[in-house]
């Protein structure tokens, strides 16, 4: 589904993504794990050419995305939903307009069909309550839910999540996660998931890499990154996560 | 030593204007073409223009009116001793209409529109700019050149005008005001003498040139928030320099735009 290769991206001189190569297959729930500021949403944003990089290939359902022209490019972005790190609710309109908006430019549905689609995602992220909130009323959890429900609505084949669960409770980001897992069984949906959230990631992920200097520093199942005994990865997982078994020291 | 190092940083600092202004020359024309690219292709997003222009409209009307009365009001205070003194005063009504209906009114309500309303785009286009809006709407595959900025500059267009005839009418209604506190004039001889002096070629171009001065605001106005960065502070800064930015502009094209109607129609 995701084939990246060689992707190098540098602002100025300061070389963000160096050599990034990896590959999702139609179906899979891939994790991208990483230090703050290696560019992981860098990495999200290349694929879907918010921005451009440097060098490198990226292929997505068989498309050259960097060499489609803006028509193509719409065409499978159609096909793409993105959950911004922000969440990027568009704060002049309520929740449903939010959620209506890409619905209103790129299906056929009446009214009534519409307002259904619109209520089952809520549902979905259990925030139906909201529908006619301006983002302004929404706490930064609610409005993360409600950016994922608007990236959902369209079904898209590739999902590109940044930061998930980042700032919402342990109890609903284990239901987001849920809701990542079961999209990916119903719909058979290809998801890329910036994560730090350990829990989320051992719910969701039929594989992780991690990110470092610009590079996939490593591959491998969660258990497999968990238990190695590189020091690099150690120091990660003990540090980055708190976890009820781990000794911090 | 330090004198030098003071001179280098100065020329430095130039350059760097220089350099923002030429890219900011650059960029309002590459937006005008794109402007008028789009603004033909469908969809067209009739309903926001529609709500933009409401917005604008309601935004921008008590501030013109009690601007428009006053100037009105002040003028023919101004110039009703000045033509007593010639024993002119009945080319009061005259002299001011053919003011207000040429330049003043034009003008006036195009500056406070662009106070109000460049600002006003500036700072909504660059806080979704840096928070990632114009992001999403691009990866959702709608184009938000057209949605947030075709909308707005159509929408400046055509309300400026209509803004301008209002101000027009409401300007020399407080001119007639002051007329009648110092001297005995119907409001019957104060229109037709109004009407009898001002003809519609001085309408027409008067108001003409606000087409231009509407799409200068819109225009400036999104190009600074679109293209604004450097989290909020960026978003402060596309919102004052529009109004600067576009303030100057109307003036400069004002002055062109009378240039070339004297020379197109010199008896005016
Ligand atoms: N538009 C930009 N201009 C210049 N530098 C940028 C830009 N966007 C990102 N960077 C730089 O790229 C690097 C990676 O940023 P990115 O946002 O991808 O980090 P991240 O891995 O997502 O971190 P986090 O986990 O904190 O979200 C950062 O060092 C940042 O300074
Ligand atoms: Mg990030």
Redesign the pocket.
Known sequence: MVEIINLK?A??S?I?LDDVSLSVEKGENLVVF????????????CMVRL?EPDSGKIIIDGKDVLSLNIKELNELRKQIGFLF?SAALYDSMSVRQNLEFPLIRHFNFTPEEREQKVISVLEKVSLVEAIDKMPSELSGGMKKRIGLARSIITEPKLMLY??PTTGLDPITSKEISYLILELQKSLNMTSVV?T?DLLCAEIIADRAIV?NEGKVQYQGSIPELTSSNDPFLKNFFSHEFIKENNQVN | MNKKTSTSAYLNSIENRLNEFFTMIAGLWIFSVQFFRYVFVPPYEVYEIRKHMNELGIKTLPIVSVTGFIIGLVLAMQTQPVLARFGAEAYLPGSVGISIVRELGPVITALIFAGRVSSGIGAELGSMRVTEQIDAMEVSAVDPFKYLVVTRIFACTFILPILTVYVIFIALTGAYIAVVLVQNMTIEYYTNAVLYSVEFGDAIPGVAKTFVFGYIVGLVGSYKGYTA?NGTEGVGRASTTAVVVSSLMILIFDMILVKITLWLWPTF
């Open positions: 991206k602002f100025n300061y963000v990483g230090r703050s500021g290696t560019g992981k949403s860098v990495l999200l944003k921005m790190q940044d930061e910036v730090h990110l | 960065t």
